[in-house]
């Protein structure tokens, strides 16, 4: 589903196995260990393997969590470029989605944060004198940021090379 097609209301939920069970805790035990609340990565597990759109209540139903946790979790997945809103026309529920681009915005979030220490590095910088010997620190985080805004940029021209049109991706060699 591309993300201006119409999203359709599921006519079925996933059927949660005890293997995809156990994908959705993992997820969630991967982003714990990145700093996002484990409930956040439980629901991008299940929007991941989803065939389509989720209500915050098909979430609450399938992974047995309260709505307040749903809405805050989303709050941070949305701004986070993991999860979109979507809609159907005629039907005033909100839908979310593992959107196409969500790696695309993962690595865009990492140029923006890059950007930012890159920003607060400088003025640090600036506000020591030119024979302060901690500038060296300043400096390389500076590069380090500079550094680090490439090879983002680079991963997401490769990514999109990878991608290519529908018709022209590459299978996965393994």
């Not at 995809?20 to 996002?36: A, D, H, P, Q, W």
């Not at 597990?45 to 609450?60: C, K, Q, R, V």
Request: proline share 6%; charged share 25%.
């Amino acid at each position: 589903m591309k993300n201006t097609d119409p999203p359709h209301r599921p006519n079925k939920l996933p059927k949660v196995t005890p293997e995809i069970s156990k994908f959705i805790e993992n997820v969630g035990m991967y982003f714990e260990n990145t700093g996002l609340p484990r409930i956040g990565g439980r629901i991008l597990g299940l929007l991941m393997i989803s065939h389509g759109p989720l209500s915050a209540e098909n979430i609450e139903t399938l992974l047995r969590v309260s709505r307040g946790s749903i809405s805050t979790n989303m709050r941070i997945l949305i701004a986070s470029g993991l999860v979109e809103k979507t809609s159907v026309t005629g039907d005033r529920t909100t839908f979310y989605v593992f959107p196409e681009t969500a790696l695309e915005q993962r690595m865009a979030v990492g140029i923006q944060s890059a950007l930012a220490f890159k920003k607060v590095s400088e003025q640090g910088l600036a506000a020591l004198s030119t024979e302060d010997y901690a500038r060296h620190h300043l400096k390389n985080a500076i590069e380090w940021s500079d550094m680090l805004v490439e090879a983002f940029q680079d991963a997401i021209t490769e990514w999109r090379t990878r991608q290519g049109s529908p018709t022209e991706r590459k299978q996965p060699v393994y």
